[in-house]
């Protein structure tokens, strides 16, 4: 038998991505964004492609730019509107099918994102940035490459002033902007734009009403800045005029993952995912309700024996840059809610009773994750899925009969690389409370009779969890002649409100099912190799391989990555500012902070350690990687220990930063373990 190729990072150059899908019944075709790395940009550049689903057929439609994204049939199908960035920022274009021309309809000053035809086909609803006071036809000047230079070299100048709590943007990247997000409408023949909204918060996740003549949007406008995450609905003519407050109530569920509401077709209904907040600490769940169009008493359709408990997917290993995840849609008769939710390792859709008694019935089934729903049109609908061993594809699904017609498949070289099937363990915890589901990758083309080392990967969050999601990373470990075992400990969502619980995340408890469910891979699979184990993993993960090294003495080499070391400096530095509230004295919070702190226990850190951090990270500030190596090398001179800084990138190097620097990023770390187990 002819053995494959084994994976390497490098292959992150070839892997290409779909995503933003739009099926258009009326033409019977399909638009989607097809997403690849490019050396030359050291970043992802993306395309439209339309395909004919009648004979097959493929065009590729641009307007010349680097990244092209967001795909949107008009009502008849004959336009296609989509964002480019072929003038610098990313602005609407038109491509007319009949006559092949492709225009552009907007030169917004900071750029368009989220583009909506009207009903009619006839106007379109996009978002764009400003600051407080600027000209609105200012505002529809595109800046020249000249006029960004100079405005960058300003703000460069300024000393930035700070008189509220809120300061740190959640880009995890730098201080707030002073540019906020805003509702605009254009008509598809006119040259200027309105501005719908006004003040200095952000809008976000507009919708037109069904017969078009008014939006409803979220925003915190009339909430306290503290409440960074408190958003309200509202609406707002599409003409403009007087804003309208929807819901009081609940929260809006935008971050850390967008509902974007949706309308039933009859105007009478708005079905919202509200926070809805765990009684066991932690992330807020999603809930679903029905909202009447003109306001009122928000009605949860959210039953308590529900097969998932929350109406949101917070899926930790799927790799794909390409685009629009919209997570629910209404059928076409109004009756029910179509929605994706995490639970047990897999990215499932649900349908949820819009009238009559609360019922929530699971509709698929398997071991995958879908990542976006497409809306319905003629009982069928565009979604992405994809698996272990595949990105997301994207699929055409008949919601009336379950059954799938599969149209994409961009990575088609896949079939020459050995990709190694993960193998599925459930253990129960020592405590008794609950179940933890993992994994363990083998390695690639493993020979039998042969003993193999073995890394540990410990997710961030906590709240996300592993799933049934392609990890190209995993696979290169694995390629490398390693294992990978990875488990959703306590902390990870789609296990229950219990299992979810943060406080178990930091007491000890999670780090407890890790070494338990290493335990149980090591008794199961006899061609791991007890004595060579290494353990890694980033943001949460990166904490908790710090706690691990200093507190265990179960592995022969540690990597860190953007994590952890001291909770001094996310308290004061993080764009996730801490609290103090709770403790008796300020000094009693302090001496709390330090001994949940890692740095605090380097001392005990005796085994080879790698440090992985990004420069501009503002959600696990560099200080973080600083302490830690000081502290390390400090009291372990001869120990090796290996600090490696990326500039140019975030907390996201890994999901958004330049190319060359993820792979270099990816082989640190596989180097690192090849030497040391």
């Not at 069928?380 to 594809?393: E, I, N, S, Y």
């Not at 020979?447 to 592993?466: N, R």
């Not at 605090?600 to 500030?621: C, E, N, Q, T």
């Amino acid at each position: 038998m002819i053995k494959k190729r084994v994976s390497v990072v490098e292959d992150y150059y070839n892997i290409s991505y779909a995503g933003s899908p739009d099926y258009c019944s009326a033409v019977e075709k399909l638009a989607y964004t097809k997403v690849q790395a490019d050396k030359n940009h050291n970043a992802y550049v993306s395309q439209i492609i339309v395909k004919d689903l009648k004979d097959g057929s493929e065009l590729s439609v641009t307007a010349g730019g680097a990244n092209e994204n967001n795909p949107r049939f008009s009502p008849d199908g004959r336009k296609l509107l989509f964002l480019s960035d072929v003038s610098g920022k990313p602005q609407i274009y038109i491509h007319n099918f009949e006559s092949g021309i492709t225009k552009c309809a907007t030169t917004m000053r900071y750029g368009v994102k989220n583009p909506l035809w009207s009903p009619k086909g006839d106007k379109i609803l996009f978002l764009s940035s400003c600051t407080p006071g600027e000209d609105p036809d200012k505002l529809q000047v595109p800046m020249t490459a000249s006029e960004q230079q100079a405005l960058e070299r300003q703000r460069a100048m300024q000393p930035v002033i700070i008189e509220d709590y809120g300061y740190k943007s959640e880009d995890a990247m730098g201080f707030a902007k002073p540019e906020t997000t805003h509702l605009w409408v254009i008509g598809e023949e006119e040259n200027k734009a309105i501005r719908l909204s006004d003040g200095d918060r952000d809008h976000v996740m507009p919708i037109w009403s069904p017969d078009g003549e008014y939006i409803v949007f979220s925003s915190n406008r009339l909430r306290p800045k503290e409440e960074s995450i408190g958003m309200d609905l509202f609406s707002v003519p599409a003409s403009g005029g007087e804003i309208k407050r929807l819901t009081e109530s609940v929260w809006i569920a935008y971050y850390p993952a967008p509902f974007v509401p949706r309308f039933t077709p009859d105007g009478k209904y708005i079905i919202i995912g509200a926070l809805a907040p765990s009684l066991e600490g932690g992330m807020p769940l999603t809930h679903l309700y029905r909202l009447p169009s003109e306001g009122g008493d928000p009605v949860c359709l959210f039953p308590e024996n529900a097969p998932c408990h929350e109406a949101t997917c917070f899926l930790y290993n799927s790799e794909n840059p390409a685009g629009r995840y919209e997570s629910a849609q209404v059928s076409a008769n109004g009756k029910y809610l179509y929605f994706i939710s995490g639970w047990h390792g897999a990215a499932n859709i649900y349908r949820a009773n819009i009238e009559g008694e609360p019922e929530i019935i699971q509709y698929t089934h398997g071991e995958h994750s879908y990542r976006c729903l497409g809306e319905i049109q003629d009982g069928r609908m565009a979604v992405l899925k994809g698996d272990f061993l595949q990105t997301p594809q994207i699929y055409l699904l008949d919601v009336n009969t379950g059954s799938e017609e599969q149209i994409t498949d961009t990575n088609p070289w896949f079939k020459d690389v050995s990709l190694s099937r993960p193998e599925e363990l459930w253990i129960d915890t020592h405590d008794g409370d609950s179940r933890v589901q993992g994994w363990v990758i083998p390695p690639q083309n493993k020979e039998e009779g042969k003993k193999y080392p073995a890394v540990l990967y410990i997710h961030g969050g906590p709240t996300p969890f592993y799933g049934y999601a392609l990890n190209y990373e995993h696979q290169a470990i694995a390629g490398a002649g390693m294992a990978v075992i990875f488990c959703n400990f306590r902390g990870s969502s789609g296990y229950g409100l219990r299992h979810q619980s943060m406080q178990k995340a930091f007491d000890g408890t999670a780090m407890y099912d890790n070494l338990q469910f290493l335990d149980e891979t090591i008794r199961r699979f006899d061609w791991i190799d007890a004595e060579r184990l290494g353990v890694t993993g980033g943001s949460f993960g990166g904490y908790m391989t710090n706690w691990i090294a200093g507190h265990t003495r179960r592995f022969k080499a540690a990597v860190t990555q953007r994590s952890i070391s001291n909770q001094m400096i996310s308290y004061a530095s993080s764009d996730m500012a801490g609290s103090s509230k709770g403790y008796a004295c300020f000094e009693d919070f302090m001496v709390d902070q330090i001994k949940k702190s890692p740095v605090a226990y380097a001392d005990k850190i005796d085994i080879p350690f790698l440090i992985l951090h990004s420069l501009g990270d503002m959600r696990v500030p560099v200080e973080h990687a600083h302490q830690l190596f000081v502290a390390v090398k400090d009291t372990h001179p001869d120990l090796p220990v290996r600090m490696v800084l990326f500039p140019d990138s975030n907390h996201s190097l890994l999901t958004e930063g330049p190319i060359d620097l993820r792979i270099i990023h990816y082989n640190e770390m596989i180097d690192w373990f090849k030497k040391y187990l």
